[in-house]
């Protein structure tokens, strides 16, 4: 059975917010997809509440997009630290970091969130606005991560 890529990371030696490359998958046509983790809170010490997670979730499917070309999906991670990004392919980190810096100071400015009705949305109830500005912003004052690997102190 293959690996579970993000199984294989050990989360006690990130140090987030990062953004990070997680793999380049090769199809069997010869097209590529890249596969980014943006983690937003520290794993195992903090998670975003589920109306911040689905809010930064519509806003960031939106104004990824504007930054940035052949997306195919940012998906929510169970865990509730972030997001997963998928691109059409060979990406790198710097270009998905400088677009997600981008997209979460348009997040602190939005009025509206798009998508938050019983027709586009599976569970439109659960949304804040306010949350999601407010992860948005801790973000972008902690910095996102270039160096996001720690040294186990062992």
Known sequence: MEKVESFELDHRYVKAPY?????TLSGKNGDKITKFDLRFVQPNTSEMPTGAMHTIEHLLANYLREFLDEVIDLSPMGCRTGFYLTLWNDRNENEVRIALEKSLKKVITTECVPA??????????????????EYAKLVLKNGINENYIIKNSK
């Open 19 to 23: 953004v990070r490359k997680c793999c």
């Open 116 to 133: 938050t009705n019983e027709i586009q949305c599976g569970n439109f109830r659960d949304h804040s606005l306010f949350a999601a500005k």
